[in-house]
């Protein structure tokens, strides 16, 4: 097994069971534009799947700049995932049938043929990630071991992986 193929494992494996994410965007005037969105892969694989409106700003500020980030958060856990990559806006009929459920009926009320229905696909190219003991028994066992070792962060890993292919 490849290192990517492990780093690939193990941020799924941190992803599990955090269904928002905050996707940021470059702005026509630069600005970074952040907006909570649901991921529709389940397992990650390297690649994350968003569903969203063609009238969505963050539709023309794919295509002027691909280059994208998406943060998850698990206070509950104490973990948290950063990762950037590129994103494309698709129009694909498997994926479309794959991901659909009745709650986006709310929102494309035209069902899996509403015209406003796109995905956006995003390609991970690298990730960094926060994983420490959760609740305030782990906070308490990390802060104690860190005193005597003199070193903080003694329970918790923080990596940057890189993703891309190839």
Known sequence: MSRREDDIRQLAELLRDI????????AMDGRL?????GTQEVEFDGDLWFVTAASSPKIAEIAANPRVN????APD??????????AEVLQDRA????YWSPAMQVFFPGGKDDPE??????RAESAEYWNS????????LQFVLGAVDEEQGVLSENRVVD????
């Not at 998406?70 to 958060?73: K, N």
Request: a positive charge.
């Open 19 to 26: 269904p928002v994410a905050m996707f940021t965007t470059v």
């Open 33 to 37: 534009v952040s907006r909570p969105l």
């Open 70 to 73: 998406v943060a998850y958060a």
């Open 77 to 86: 856990r104490n973990t948290y995932v950063s990762v950037a990559g590129r």
């Open 95 to 98: 994926r479309v049938e794959r």
């Open 117 to 122: 229905l796109r995905l956006i696909h995003v």
């Open 133 to 140: 003991p959760a609740g305030l028994f782990g906070a308490a």
């Open 163 to 166: 993703l891309r292919r190839g």
